[in-house]
């Protein structure tokens, strides 16, 4: 059974940091390209960072680059969003993605609520 589940979530204030993370089993993960999106309230839900399997190769949206660093560790199934510096609209759902450009196929995870506030 496939399975992403994202932890790390919460509410920090402006400024501050948090790490997520997104537990991967039931598929071959180290095959698997990684992106994290977020979902604000009232918007559509939107690509922040990817990672290629390999770890060589990272892509962030402008907004977060500079702030946001897209992780994994195929050995721990596992990948990571570090958020530092976060502002009032980094506040989302945030999820974990694994996606193949080969095959096609997508996992999601069920998502992880971040909120910036002070």
């Known amino acids: 059974q496939v399975q992403l589940v994202e932890s790390g979530g919460g509410l920090v204030q402006p400024g501050g940091s948090l790490r997520l993370s997104c537990a991967a089993s039931?598929?071959?993960?180290?095959?698997?390209?990684m992106s994290w999106y977020r979902q604000a309230p009232g918007k559509e839900r939107v690509v922040v960072a990817s990672?290629?399997?390999?770890?060589?190769?990272?892509d962030y949206i402008n907004s977060v680059r500079g702030r946001f660093t897209i992780s994994r560790d195929n050995a721990k199934n596992s990948a990571y969003l570090q958020m530092s510096s976060l502002k009032f609209d980094d506040t989302a759902v945030y999820f974990c993605?694994?996606?193949?450009?080969?095959?096609?196929?997508?996992?999601w995870g069920q998502g992880t609520q971040v909120t910036v506030s002070s």
């Open positions: 990672i290629n399997p390999s770890s060589d190769n990272t």
């Open positions: 993605k694994a996606w193949s450009p080969t095959n096609g196929i997508n996992y």
């Open positions: 039931g598929f071959a993960f180290s095959n698997y390209f």
